[in-house]
């Protein structure tokens, strides 16, 4: 099962992060409009590619400095 893990995390994280980031930047530099849902669409299509490769090659560094940052410092006499 860990080995479906590492395809559909970084799909679902792609998925939410763009949607979030597309949502408010499209509102913020166009602002809401008749064609508002039609511009995100297009924003979030073009930003997915990269937000979902961005996480596959990403989060092996960002889960390793986070393993690291939970390890008890060593203890030296």
Not at 29 to 35: A, L, M, T, V, W
Not at 47 to 61: E, N, R, T
Request: glycine fraction near 2%; hydrophobic fraction near 55%.
């Amino acid at each position: 099962m860990r080995k479906l893990e590492q395809f559909y995390f970084p799909f679902f994280m792609a998925v939410f992060m763009t949607c979030i980031m597309s949502f408010t930047l499209t509102a913020i530099h166009q602002g809401f409009h008749p064609e508002f849902l039609f511009d995100w669409g297009k924003a979030f299509s073009l930003a997915f590619p990269i937000a979902f490769f961005a996480v596959i090659f990403v989060a092996p560094a960002v889960h390793k400095i986070s393993e690291r940052l939970k390890r008890e410092p060593s203890v030296t006499s």
